[in-house]
């Protein structure tokens, strides 16, 4: 083993929709992580595994910080304090275009209370002139941070140069996976993330947040899979809506899901979907363990 070798824990934290899936995503080559136009997509701490022959980086692309209204918000917070908790290095990251919210200055309140090393990147330089997103990063680097990059994912920044400043930070350590994995979750959570993030898609208003999905059924032969999985609602008249005229709206997420999970596993899915209702599932305890809250 080579004994400059680093290994250290990142959380990466900001407001919803900044682009936080998406930087992990692009780190890892790997989609793990839903990407959607709606907040609170991610609602548990996925990591994501980086790793080359000088450093394995730990990736934990969490909740985005909400106000809870429901027991599922008080546990999407309990996973951002405690990745914040683990964590050698903290990434903050905000949108250029709409920076500072008050959910900004929350959130640099908090970090400014933690002794971890933090970065902050300034996401989406593309949406404003160069001279407000400059005006911008020159705030951030008054605050707690021991850098501040300006990028944008849309426009494919190079992400080895950010890998390289988070390696900086890092501890020397061994490796605390085996290289040739990028995560520590079952693949039966990545089936369930992309069968609820073409909900997010296809779907509007309320009916993604009062989603989730469980797989009951996983089968893998050679050379296919097959999948049984509840979409459970709160209410009964949410169910038509999922569901559509003559089954369309469904079949039509079901043979989304299936080519997403195909891609994922590179092998042919026979996917089924049942629909089930637990009303107020988001704010009950008991429900949130039964679908996997832990």
Not at 43 to 61: C, L, Y
Request: proline content about 5%; aromatic content about 10%; some cysteine.
């Amino acid at each position: 083993m080579n004994s400059k070798f680093k290994a250290g824990f990142v959380s990466i934290v900001g407001k919803p929709n900044v682009g936080k899936s998406t930087l992990v995503n692009n780190f890892l080559g790997e989609k793990l992580s839903i990407i959607s136009s709606k907040p609170q997509t991610t609602r548990q701490q996925v990591k994501g595994i980086f790793s080359d022959d000088e450093k394995q980086i730990v990736f934990m692309d969490t909740p985005g910080y909400v106000k809870p209204r429901y027991e599922l918000h008080e546990k999407m917070l309990e996973y951002l304090r405690n990745s914040m908790k683990d964590s050698d290095l903290i990434i903050f990251m905000t949108d250029a275009h709409k920076y500072p919210t008050d959910y900004d200055k929350e959130m640099c309140e908090i970090l400014s209370t933690l002794r971890t090393p933090k970065i902050a990147i300034l996401n989406k330089i593309d949406l404003v002139n160069e001279d407000i997103w400059q005006q911008k990063k020159q705030q951030l680097s008054t605050l707690d941070f021991e850098e501040v990059l300006a990028i944008s994912l849309k426009d494919g920044y190079e992400c080895e140069s950010i890998l390289q400043k988070i390696s900086d930070f890092l501890p020397y350590n061994p490796p605390f996976y085996s290289p040739d994995e990028i995560s520590d979750l079952p693949l039966r959570f990545f089936v369930q993330e992309i069968i609820r993030e073409q909900i997010f898609h296809n779907f509007r208003d309320e009916l993604p947040y009062a989603s989730t999905v469980v797989v009951e059924h996983y089968k893998d032969y050679e050379n296919k899979a097959e999948i049984a999985a509840n979409i459970w609602l709160e209410r009964k008249s949410q169910k038509p809506i999922l569901l559509g005229k003559n089954g369309e709206n469904i079949k039509k997420l079901r043979i989304a899901a299936e080519k997403e999970i195909h891609t994922l596993i590179n092998k042919r899915v026979k996917l089924d979907l049942w629909v089930k209702i637990k009303p107020n599932w988001r704010k009950k305890k008991n429900a949130l363990k039964e679908f996997g809250f832990r």
